[in-house]
């Protein structure tokens, strides 16, 4: 079995060491890594029997990049305590040392692993080698060397692109771009290197220097425009934040001063990047994302193992139907579609087609691989061929009744070990099971939520819902299929609106009260997408959601929560005069016939007006408080904070980072925020509750709304964070 303690392994074949690079699972760069991987240079130039060095990586890949736990290490300090001397020793040795050195790579070569294999003199890659510096995905900048030698070797523009869209290429590409000198099978890539490295010690092969190459370099004139766009462009899409910035600046740093002179201001840029709260939030992301998928109770348990599902009936072909069912078949899950009559079956399918036939427009897949998904499905008007699911998703209309016959049905005619699952957004699961044998209590075990959000084949998250009876084996069973289908699983526990929605319910009522306090829509939802950073603001939200869904939804929180909701007649007037969203042509905003582009519709005022007078939060003739941008930020989201932290002290997550990673993935949490509580620690517990109760000052007919949840005013009183969950023995 392979170690795992970080190590670099040494052996000498034929006058070639080989340096592998080994740490499972994807032998990320430990400091005690890179400390043996020097060790290891030093002795391959000291043996005499060694005329080369090949560096490797062992576990079928090359290296990941910096080991991300060292960010989160207190004891490393700043930037996971990079020793830059050590790093541009390493890279100094690999490619300028007396003998040469090849990289052979497989698997993956991110970050610091792609940095180290540009520092070899040369590469040999296996075909469908994923290779990338994604470093400011975690909010800092690629730290050895990065920044310098990858325009040097794939041309300025396609660096740059690659760093700031930390999207990796695979190896073919890199072949053609000049990153990967030669590709080889895997099982030939360590004699194919070693014969590479004998040749550029012998001259057979030149030896190249990626750092003071400039071949691939435009002129200074051109470079800087390049750079000049780049900025702009980043200016637009990554909104304020300062590390692409740093890394466009250490990338220019090198272009004027030389490749030696970048590295200086490469890792100056790289320190700074490192001190901010973008880079710990988006670090945390990256944890907390992997570790939704482990569940106490149901991935801990010994022996238990997920059963295969290749077979998923779907129960409604409307819009979340057919995304989901696109879901499956591209993963390889077989569907049977069912759907009440031919007609809605037909648009059920027709909708999958073009799901799959806009993902080939896309160039993200073939058509025969569209064909072959689509001949997955098969379309049925009964139960009879449902013997054959291994589980059901419900995904009709939200009709408690309707939900309640199918459950009752799908017990006869399902096998008794298929998983019954329902796609509600808001409705208690036990709830839609009580008409089964026993008041749902025969099929209890294999009940659960499998709630997906729309459209169901692109957003990343799944919320899989359990009650207090579902079984370890349903959830495991669902949670792989979760990463077959390539889909991040939140498990939660059941309530109304479970984790995602319940804690988005008082983003648009906020939103809402706001606009009865006389505050214009368009400006809250200015602040909200612009400065905050949302995809779109609350009004902007509810005209692609729907008026007429946000009252139908809003309705059981109204009825959930009673104490603690703002019910305006806002919406419901949209709904009377059918303006109901993008669908109908006019909600809050009204939407270009041809372009579909939203823009603020004067026609709105009458009935925010009319909404006003009704909600009388602001006496006649008064003038609305003045708010500043600032303060509808606040406003908005601490009672989101609020009902987040109920929703961790009731343990409908399993821990509060679920949360950051389900308002992530599902309500767009800015990402470099970290989610929703990680952000809510940053600004500080007793400000949120001050801010409540202030709040709650100003609206006083609206108190219960505002009224800060236990968990919070304790983690104030406390200075206890948010993110560290309800302390032992303290259930609320
Ligand atoms: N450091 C530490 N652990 C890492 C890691 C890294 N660089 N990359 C991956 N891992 C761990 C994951 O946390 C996970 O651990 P777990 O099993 O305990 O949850 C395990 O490796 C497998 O990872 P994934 O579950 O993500 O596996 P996938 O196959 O889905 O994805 C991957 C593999 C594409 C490599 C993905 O893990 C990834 O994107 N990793 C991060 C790559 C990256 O950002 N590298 C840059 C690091 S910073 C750096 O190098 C700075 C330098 O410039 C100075």
Redesign the pocket.
Known sequence: MASKQPEAKYSVDNGVAVITLSYP??N??HPLLLRSLFDQLRRAHADPAVRAIVVTGANNNFC??????QFQNPSAGSGGG?DNKI?DAICEVLEGGLKPTVAAVQG?A????L?VAMGCNARVVAPGT?LG???L??G?L???G?TQRLPRLVGLAKAAEMMLTSTPIKAEAGLKLGLVDALAPPEQLLSAAKAMALDIAEGRKPRMYSLTRTDKLPPLGEALAILDMARAETAKRARGLRHPQLCLNAIQAGIEAGGAGGLVAESKA?AEAASLDTHKALVHI??AQ??TKKVKGVTDVPGLKPRPIRCVAVLGGGLMGSGIATALVLAGVDVILKEVNQGFLDAGMGRIKANLQSRVKKGAMSASAADAALGRVKGSLDYSDFGRADMVIEAVIEDIGLKQRIFADLEKVCRPDAILSTNTSTIDIDLVGAKMEGGGAKSAGRLLGAHFFSPAHVMPLLEIVKTSRTSPQALLDTLALSGRIKKTPVVVGNCTGFAVNRVFFPYTMSAVMLADLGMDPYRIDAAVAGKFGMPMGPFRLNDLVGSDIGLHVGANFVTSFSERVYVSRLIPLLNEVKRLGEKTGKGFYKFDAKTRKASPDPELAPLLAESRKAAGLVKEGAKPPALSDADILDFIFFPVVNEGCRVVSEGIVDKPADLDVASVMAMGFPPVKGGLIFWADLVGAPRIVARLRQFAALVPQHAGFFAPCDYLVQAAAAGRKLSAGVPPASKM
């Open positions: 699972p994807l990320a760069l990941a990049g910096f080991d991300i736990n990079i790093n993956v991110l970050g610091g692993g940095e994923k510096l994604p470093e995905q975690l800092i690629p730290g050895f990065g790289f990256f944890f992997r570790s």
